[in-house]
């Protein structure tokens, strides 16, 4: 059984950096491409970025690009998201999910809250 | 960037009713369009890939449809454990992906 847990989440305040990781479990870790995703409350979901199955290729959405970096250990499974210069507006939970077109399997998720 | 549109933002419904949603997107994206399924305070749960195919293990009162700029979710006959908020989500401009705005089924 495929399963994601996210962990790193907490309260940090404006201009503070998280990291937040992801571990996986249950799948060929290395075969996938890896997403991080996330939800203000209340609101949608938006993809946030995403990484190639050998950390070759990294995207990310424009409001975020420059300010975050997501990397993975494919030797401990692990997908990370590096956060720095975290804004209010970056109040999500966050979750990760496997898939490369499509995001078949997500985590939990991780409240990351930005505020003094 | 492509821009998913939903419509309606949230729709009042009963146990099996059918119900339609919306999804437009701002420029063509061919059939690279999944729809999930989200619960509160639960990950979003993936129901159908590339408009139309039906994930597995998802009801067959699910359904797909569209092409273009134009998709829409079918669910024919609602059942209590359908209520949740759907996103519709392109994958035309991969590796950039997005998401629409929602739609939450209410009774």
């Known amino acids: 059984e495929v399963h994601l847990v996210e962990s790193g989440g907490g309260l940090v305040q404006p201009g503070g950096s998280l990291r937040l990781s992801c571990a996986a479990s249950?799948?060929?870790?290395?075969?996938?491409?890896m997403n991080w995703v996330r939800q203000s409350p209340g609101k949608g979901l938006e993809w946030v970025a995403n990484i190639k199955q050998d950390g070759s290729e990294k995207y990310y959405v424009d409001s975020v690009n420059g300010r975050f970096t997501i990397s993975r250990d494919n030797a401990k499974n692990s997908l990370y998201l590096q956060m720095n210069s975290l804004r209010p507006e970056d109040t999500a939970v966050y979750y990760c999910?496997?898939?490369?077109?499509?995001?078949?399997?997500w985590g939990q998720g991780t409240l990351v809250t930005v505020s003094s | 960037d492509t821009q998913m549109t939903q419509s309606p933002s949230s729709v009042s419904a009963s146990v099996g009713d059918r119900i339609t949603i919306s999804c437009r997107a701002s420029q063509t994206i061919g059939t690279w369009l999944a729809w999930y399924q989200q619960k509160p305070g639960r990950a979003p749960k993936l129901l159908i890939t590339s408009s139309s195919n039906l994930q597995y293990g998802v009801p067959s009162r699910f359904s797909g449809r569209g092409s273009g700029t134009d998709f829409a979710l079918t669910i024919s006959s609602l059942q209590p454990e359908d209520f949740a908020t759907y996103y519709c989500q392109q994958a035309d401009s991969f590796p950039l992906l997005s998401f629409g705005g929602g739609t939450k089924v209410e009774i």
């Open positions: 999910a496997s898939g490369t077109y499509y995001l078949d399997n």
């Open positions: 249950g799948f060929t870790f290395s075969s996938y491409w």
